[in-house]
């Protein structure tokens, strides 16, 4: 079965940083689009950034210069190192795979993790 749990969130002070993780099993990183999406509330769910097999990334342009997407294939496990985070990325923090990043073939998606930026 497939399954991707995150960990990392928590809560951090505006200009903090915090690095999520993304453990994957059934599937290999290294043969997937993996991605980070955000859902805040009553807001629709965003893609943040992406990653492909072969180490290519996207970014939303709102995390351009803050947010860095990397993946150890050996580990076979995605990170989001999330720099000076503002309280408007106060969100649930999901991890996603699928064949490719233009397409929606075997998505998958992780259970998300809280984040909080707040004083």
């Known amino acids: 079965q497939v399954r991707l749990v995150e960990s990392g969130g928590g809560l951090v002070q505006p200009g903090g940083s915090l690095r999520l993780s993304c453990a994957a099993s059934?599937?290999?990183?290294?043969?997937?689009?993996m991605g980070w999406f955000r859902q805040a509330p009553g807001k629709q769910r965003e893609l943040i950034a992406a990653?492909?097999?072969?180490?290519?990334?996207n970014y939303a342009e709102f995390v351009k210069g803050r947010f860095t997407i990397s993946s150890d294939n050996a580990k076979n496990t995605v990170y989001l190192q999330m720099n000076s985070l503002k309280p408007e990325d106060t969100a649930v923090y999901y991890c996603?795979?699928?064949?490719?990043?233009?397409?929606?073939?075997?998505?998958?998606w992780g259970q998300g993790t809280q984040v909080t930026v707040s004083s």
């Open positions: 996603n795979s699928r064949t490719y990043c233009r397409s929606d073939q075997n998505v998958r």
């Open positions: 059934g599937i290999r990183t290294s043969m997937n689009c």
């Open positions: 990653i492909t097999s072969g180490g290519s990334t």
